[in-house]
């Protein structure tokens, strides 16, 4: 008898509530074949097999698939746009080569590093858009070489550094709308509202921008925010505030030319998240700015990479301590930080589930670290040492947020093209 179970088969042996439903996060590019997990036309386990586990996989053309998506729902909402895709996300070179070549978006960059990455993945620089914070002077004076780059400063000394290098160039400024967004609400991703943040020049202090940009003859010809990550359809009220509150500042700007909303557009982390209505989304910048004479840019990462990737580990042990059953992975936290830093869920999936009856058990990483934990009583089907686990989702930030901690940093990555 086969080891495997085909997927009806496996939802079979779930409880009985939802034994009709395909897990939540299947899909046309991601899902069971003949009881084996695949993205796109790769069979998860054969490349483990390959290559060995832990193994960063993400599939380009997804994230094509994807900007097409946002392409035509700003179109069909009668948005003049143009999109930067966030490199921070995933900057590996590769895929932003490959992007590079579709000519579908830009990048938006943060670190004079991250624009030389970009440079040499064929980004030319007119399509680079770069906002950082806490920026030196000595980066200011590197980016200002750049005249064909969108530079947002971030903060009134960025801004006067940039006018005493380069007066008389346009120039974008972030700022701080004061109102934040993030996936259901989390505080943690949100880069404005409540308390005072690092991200961006506040409404009472535009006087002093304006002041600097007539000192040095500077044409503050964008506006740039981003208010936080992973914000879904339950929080495009939000959305729809935060771009409100950009026009208190619109208004004192007469030379804008383009509005950038940042990034911050979600995909689904569990079974009670419904993927983003883009043109939804659509309606509600289409509304805030109708009768203005105005380009959205828009510079997503998560929503492009996140679900376009996974993060291939292997089981190293099963053991019960207490009452908790816990499954040892050969990759920790360290290789995926959100969940562990921002708690946002993960959600392990056996690349071929045995049969068998399913239990709760806490999956965790090979750092000593207490919160290398990656799923709390995260019910799958029974696994045995050596079995490969898909962490889905982890094609944003998992990459680009690595570290070498415990030097357990070894992992390899994987393109896939179709
Ligand atoms: C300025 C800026 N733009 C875009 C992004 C991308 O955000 P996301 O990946 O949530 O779309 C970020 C994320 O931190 C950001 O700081």
Redesign the pocket.
């Known amino acids: 008898m086969s080891d495997t179970l085909t997927l009806n088969e496996q939802k079979n042996q779930e409880t009985s509530s939802d034994s009709d439903d395909e897990p939540w996060w299947t899909r046309d590019d991601l899902t069971y074949h003949n009881g084996r997990l695949q993205l796109g036309e790769c069979d998860l386990q054969s490349l483990a097999a390959r290559i060995g586990t832990p193994t960063y996989v993400i599939r380009a053309p997804r994230v094509v698939e994807k900007l097409k998506q946002i392409h035509a729902a700003l179109d069909g909402a009668g948005v003049r746009h143009r999109i930067y895709y ?1 490199i ?2 995933n900057r590996t070179s590769q895929l932003l080569t490959y992007l590079a070549s579709q000519g579908l978006c830009g990048a ?1 960059v ?1 670190s004079p590093e991250e624009m030389r990455h970009a440079f040499s993945c064929g980004f030319p620089e007119k399509n680079i858009s770069f ?1 950082g ?1 806490s920026l030196s002077a000595a980066d200011v004076a590197t980016i200002s070489k750049f005249e064909e780059l969108s530079f947002n400063p971030d903060s009134l000394s960025a801004l006067r550094q940039f006018g005493k290098i380069a007066p008389g160039r346009e120039v974008g400024i ?1 700022i701080n709308p004061d109102i934040g967004i993030g996936y259901s609400g989390n505080d943690m ?1 949100q ?1 404005s509202g409540n308390e005072a943040t690092k ?1 961006g020049i506040y409404l009472d202090r535009l006087p002093e921008a304006l002041e600097i940009a007539r000192e040095y003859d500077l044409k503050i010809v964008r506006l ?1 925010f ?1 208010a ?3 914000y879904l359809d339950r929080e495009l009220g939000q959305l729809a505030n935060v771009l409100k509150a950009s026009k208190a500042f619109i208004e004192q700007l007469p030379d804008v030319q383009e509005i950038n909303i ?5 995909v689904p982390h569990c079974s009670s998240d419904k993927k983003l209505d883009l043109d939804l989304w659509a309606s509600v910048i289409a509304d805030a700015f109708s009768g203005l004479d105005l380009t959205v840019a828009v ?6 990479v ?1 679900d376009s990737g996974v993060l291939l580990t292997s089981v190293t042990y099963q053991e019960r301590r207490k009452n908790v059953e816990f499954l040892g992975l050969d990759a920790g936290f360290n290789l995926a930080m959100e969940p562990a830093f921002y708690d946002l869920p993960c959600e392990p999936v056996a690349t071929i589930p045995r049969p068998g009856e399913w239990k709760n058990y806490t999956l965790v990483g090979n750092v000593n670290e207490a919160l290398d934990k990656w799923a709390i009583d995260h019910p799958m089907p029974p696994p045995e040492e050596g079995d490969v686990i898909t962490l889905i989702n982890a094609g ?2 998992a990459a680009s947020m690595r570290s070498n901690h415990c030097l357990r940093g070894d992992v390899r990555e994987v393109i896939l093209l179709d």
């Open positions: 966030a921070k996300a938006d943060c906002t914070t972030r991703l880069y991200f740039h981003h936080g990550c992973g940042g990034g911050g557009l979600g510079e997503p990462g998560d929503f492009l996140k944003g930030y």
